[in-house]
Nanobody, 123 residues
Framework: QVRLVESGGGLVQPGGSLRLSCAAS????????MAWFRQAPGKEREFVAA????????YYADSVKGRFDISRDNPKDMVYLQMNSLKLEDTAVYYC????????????????WGQGTQVTVSS
């Protein structure tokens, strides 16, 4: 069992930056692939970024590639999403998710989810 708690969301102007954090509790965090998804009002939840269990492999949605960076700190049981050059269309609730071992890019592949953190990009 893994419990995930996101933090770091807020209001930011276009072009600004935010760093989201996800704290994981439970055993063997280093055996879980981690991902961030987001859901904008009236839209389906979509994949944002993922990182492999040991950390060297990362994956990004085309819409965020070059602007967002996913990372993890296994000794601290943390995963992060650094978001730069934010756009209005990045406004959404951002969710942290976990699954054993292999990375996935579909929400149905993930077993554990956080409660979400709101990111609002507005001038």
């Amino acid at each position: 069992q893994v419990r995930l708690v996101e933090s770091g969301g807020g209001l930011v102007q276009p072009g600004g930056s935010l760093r989201l954090s996800c704290a994981a509790s439970g055993r063997t965090f280093s055996s879980y692939a981690m991902a961030w998804f987001r859901q904008a009002p009236g839209k389906e939840r979509e994949f944002v970024a993922a990182i492999s269990a040991s950390g060297p492999d990362t994956y990004y949605a085309d819409s965020v590639k070059g602007r967002f960076d996913i990372s993890r700190d296994n000794p601290k049981d943390m995963v992060y999403l650094q978001m730069n050059s934010l756009k209005l269309e990045d406004t959404a609730v951002y969710y942290c998710a976990a699954r054993r071992w292999t990375v996935g890019m579909r929400q149905g592949q993930y077993d554990y989810w956080g409660q979400g953190t709101q990111v609002t990009v507005s001038s």
